[in-house]
């Protein structure tokens, strides 16, 4: 059954803000992804939407093309969702092209990124746009079962530093685990042990309470914290990533992200 026509007097937003604002068909294109634009008093985010004559096409005063830089997203990931290394992100409802990891049936952390999960307290005082949820990558992988922070970004820039980086930056854990420690175990999970037949260098770990350890490591590789619990008589029940470089993942609760600041570096 072929689909009827669009009705003729119906024309894309895009053409009508370009013929408003005498501008090319792109610029008005950045205008509507920018949020600046609303049609009958509501902001419309899509250049493809379909206005009729008669409805009250509108574009903010301080509307600007250099208000479009690209943004890093910070989500707390809960456990059961995927993110890391090797497919296509597609955060919120947009199509990326981030690198992510899929274990099978688990769903994609990336699914948790929408303008209802946006951490209502970010001090960004960044306007959440659907662009915001598009071209994103991801090169801080976290197993499904493990929560914490996971950093999506647009930014070329930081998306090179995580890629290059991402080795030599410290990350920070909470490590739940049950049982009882070996005599020196703590001694020796600070130095000492060895993964996958190579001894590890040493690294920062300590009690943060009875049940929690907290790490602080560099080149952290999949299964090492566990196996080094289990070395020293311990079970991991739990792993919380809280931060990675210089960057917290501060009071963001789990399935909610904010945006990195400005004067946040890795």
Request: proline share 8%; hydrophobic share 40%.
């Amino acid at each position: 059954m072929t689909a009827p026509h669009p009705d003729p007097n119906h024309i894309r937003l895009a053409k009508r803000v370009a013929e408003q604002l005498n501008c090319s068909r792109s610029t008005a294109e950045q205008f509507i992804e920018g949020g600046f634009v609303s049609v009958d008093g509501q902001v419309q985010e899509a250049p493809g939407a379909r206005v009729r004559p008669d409805q009250t096409v509108t574009v903010a005063p301080d509307a600007s093309l250099l208000a479009l830089t690209p943004v890093t997203l910070l989500l707390h990931k809960p456990a059961g969702y995927e993110a890391g290394l090797g497919l296509p992100a597609q955060g919120g409802h947009g199509n990326g092209n981030a690198h992510a990891s899929r274990s099978q049936g688990a769903p994609q952390a990336t699914d948790l990124l929408s303008a209802a999960s946006h951490l209502p307290e970010d001090a960004s005082d960044i306007r959440v746009l659907q662009r915001h949820f598009r071209q994103l990558e991801c090169f801080t992988p976290l197993p499904s079962e493990a929560t914490g922070l996971v950093v999506y970004t647009q930014d070329k820039r930081i998306a090179r530093k995580l890629a290059e980086d991402i080795e030599a930056l410290e990350q920070e854990c909470i490590v739940e685990v049950t049982g009882e420690i070996a005599p020196n175990g703590l001694q020796r999970l600070c130095h000492g042990l060895s993964f996958n037949g190579r001894p590890l260098p040493p690294i920062k770990v300590s009690w943060q309470n009875e049940t929690k350890l907290r790490f602080a490591l560099k080149g952290i590789r999949p299964g090492q914290i566990p196996a080094m619990c289990e070395a020293v008589g311990l079970r991991v029940v739990g792993i919380k990533r809280i931060r990675i470089g210089r960057v917290p993942l501060a009071k963001v609760p789990e399935g909610q992200w904010r945006y990195l600041q400005p004067w946040e570096k890795f």
